[in-house]
């Protein structure tokens, strides 16, 4: 079992739209938990840390539910330029230690 | 600003050739990672390390080497190329919690 699993999509969206990726972690001391950003050919990048209080940066929402093992990103009113692959990472062995999912992929059309 | 520099970009080997992949970031950070991207997936820790003098394996380490003598530098050595390694390579620094990475190192092992 991969120690963090996502849906691959792709997911294909019409401008506006609410998307949803999820994103489940299999290992219990994981200590942090976040979503990055990369596009094609690109490295990646940020978008969001992810909090058990939930955490918004604009269009953007991320939770966590650590009874579930489960994280989740909602963006609100999709724009043609969220096009890209979103990454779930989570660390552990003292935050040191930082794996990713296999991303999924979002395409967003006019 | 420079980041996280990675040489070379672009890289073609034979099999059972050797090199190494250089990684230098100029942030101060204690953390650094080195990753692989096969096309279409995600992110594989190959090595990681807390500090100078101390490395640790990762998820896929077989095949590879590091070492850290410095707080800046994370070398990743190939010491018997085979076209499994044929990858893009991402190094990574980290304070806490965001990383920040390299532009890549693609790697092709004919």
């Known amino acids: 079992r991969k120690e963090v699993e996502q849906d691959p999509g792709p997911f294909n969206v019409p401008e506006g739209a609410t998307v949803a990726f999820n994103c489940t972690y299999s290992?219990?001391?994981?200590?942090?938990f976040f979503w990055y950003r990369q596009d094609c050919r690109k490295e990646p990048k940020l978008l969001m840390s992810?909090?058990?209080s939930g955490n918004e940066d604009g269009r953007f929402t991320a939770q966590l539910n650590r009874a579930s093992q489960y994280i989740s990103l909602l963006i609100r009113d999709s724009k043609l330029s969220d096009s890209a692959t979103y990454l779930c990472?989570?660390?552990?062995?003292?935050?040191?230690?930082?794996?990713f999912g296999a991303g999924t992929r979002l395409f967003v059309k006019a | 600003n420079a980041g996280v520099t990675q040489t070379p970009k672009f890289r073609i080997l034979k099999i059972g050739q050797s090199m190494t992949l250089q990684c230098t970031q100029d942030?101060?950070?204690?953390?650094m990672y080195w990753y692989r991207q096969d096309p279409g997936m995600g992110l594989k820790l190959i090595y990681y390390?807390?500090?100078?003098?101390?490395?640790d394996k990762g998820e896929v380490p077989n095949g590879y080497n590091v070492s850290r003598s410095t707080t800046e530098d994370f070398p990743l050595r190939l010491e018997l190329a085979a076209p499994s390694q044929t990858s893009v390579y991402f190094c990574?620094?980290?304070?806490?919690?965001?990383?920040?990475f390299g532009e890549g190192s693609r790697l092709t092992v004919l």
């Open positions: 992810v909090y058990s």
């Open positions: 390390s807390v500090g100078a003098g101390i490395t």
């Open positions: 942030m101060n950070h204690n953390y």
């Open positions: 990574a620094s980290s304070w806490t919690g965001e990383l920040f």
């Open positions: 990472v989570v660390t552990h062995t003292g935050g040191f230690k930082t794996i």
């Open positions: 290992n219990s001391a994981s200590q942090s």
